[in-house]
């Protein structure tokens, strides 16, 4: 019980503020969720290039990209389950301090990445052309609401954080419904309920669907209570995370296979021991804090380094692409992330304070 006591701390879906100790590292990390969370983005990453590249395949690399999104939205709900444990336990104010916490996380990048490709016209996708847009298209970027107004994205990846941005709305009464209950079949059994019946409203009243990926993100809560019992080697886990990511390799037809392979997954992902392989958890561990801008950055990346840098030799370019796949996610993370993590952080402290006790009129 203690490891995932320690974990509750841990580098978050997207990442809080963490503490440092005198040698300048991290405390309390998660091995486990930082190789979850670098196998999503990797994924991403993987089913991208390709369509960078012009390579003909019969896989279908979209379906892989959205399985790596559902790994990311199952960790998101769960460490940020874990999130709102720590700020409960700090006696704060925790809903508040939650979605001031999100705020500050998610906003400042996003912002940052709609700007930059609106003011340098870059595409949303490789080997189209840029296009105007109204404002409603624009603010729906910025504010990321664009799944309900049905305007596209600036970037092709920034899809899905509209639905992570309303599933936050929502996840703090997920987790005190788990909170009373402590029934994780349950929990993923509601997510699933609250999908089926939003399907079945929006076709009802002709509105785009809201929870189209409820069960991932309860999916995730569930494992939260989940009673952790790490009997099971660091080196199984790994074997285990292979076949998970594998999956994605499978075609499923339908969401409802991804899901089916997620649950089996998470049935045994507190069962498993921390990584300690130091070869494998460093790599895991930066690629993971750095996975945000990752995640945001490599679309417009691939395509200066493919598209607009034709005219060079391949190993220009090839220099080019991995100096901006490095740098830029390093630059983004110190420059953005971090510094308006730290600011959210203390004005959440301090709005979330309790009012001061008053006696007498």
């Given at each position: ?62 379906s892989i990209g959205h399985y790596g999104v559902m790994m990311f939205f199952i960790h998101t709900s769960l460490v940020l389950s874990m999130s ?123 509105y785009p669907p809201l929870f189209v990926y409820a069960p991932w993100f309860a999916l995730g809560v569930a494992l ?138």
């Amino acid at each position: 019980m203690a490891q995932w006591t320690a974990v509750n701390t841990a580098i978050l879906a997207i990442p809080e503020e963490t503490s440092r100790d005198r040698g300048g590292r991290d405390e309390q990390q998660s091995a486990n969720l930082d190789l979850l969370r670098a196998s999503a983005v990797l994924l991403v990453f993987f089913s991208h290039a390709p369509y960078a590249l012009g390579v003909k395949s019969e896989w279908d690399f979209d379906s892989i990209g959205h399985y790596g999104v559902m790994m990311f939205f199952i960790h998101t709900s769960l460490v940020l389950s874990m999130s709102m444990a720590r700020l409960e336990k700090q006696g704060n104010r925790m809903v508040r301090s939650f979605y001031i916490r999100r705020a500050f996380r998610i906003y400042p990048l996003s912002v940052l990445i709609v700007l930059v490709h609106l003011a340098f016209r870059i595409p949303s996708w490789f080997q189209v052309l840029f296009q105007r847009q109204d404002w409603l298209y624009v603010w729906s970027n910025l504010l990321l609401f664009q799944n309900l107004v049905q305007r596209n994205s600036v970037t092709g990846p920034l899809w899905s954080l509209p639905y992570e941005v309303q599933m936050y709305l929502v996840l703090p009464l997920i987790y005190f419904a788990g909170k009373r209950f402590r029934y994780p079949v349950g929990i993923a059994a509601g997510g699933l309920a609250v999908q089926i019946a939003d399907q079945f409203l929006s076709r009802l009243f002709g509105y785009p669907p809201l929870f189209v990926y409820a069960p991932w993100f309860a999916l995730g809560v569930a494992l939260y209570f989940v009673k952790p019992k790490p009997r099971l080697s660091a080196g199984l886990y790994c074997g285990w995370l292979g076949l998970f990511v594998a999956a994605s390799l499978v075609p499923h037809g339908k969401q409802g296979g991804y899901y089916v392979t997620a649950m089996v997954f998470c049935l045994l992902f507190r069962r498993f021991r921390e990584i300690e392989v130091r070869w494998l958890c460093r790599p895991a561990h930066y690629i993971a804090r750095y996975s945000y801008g990752i995640y945001l950055s490599h679309v417009p990346i691939l395509w200066l380094a493919v598209e607009q840098m034709h005219a060079y030799s391949t190993v220009v370019r090839v220099f080019a692409f991995l100096l901006l796949m490095i740098a830029t996610p390093l630059l983004l993370y110190h420059a953005v992330e971090k510094p308006f993590v730290v600011l959210g952080a203390r004005l959440a402290a301090r709005v979330s304070k309790p009012a001061p006790l008053r006696i007498g009129g």
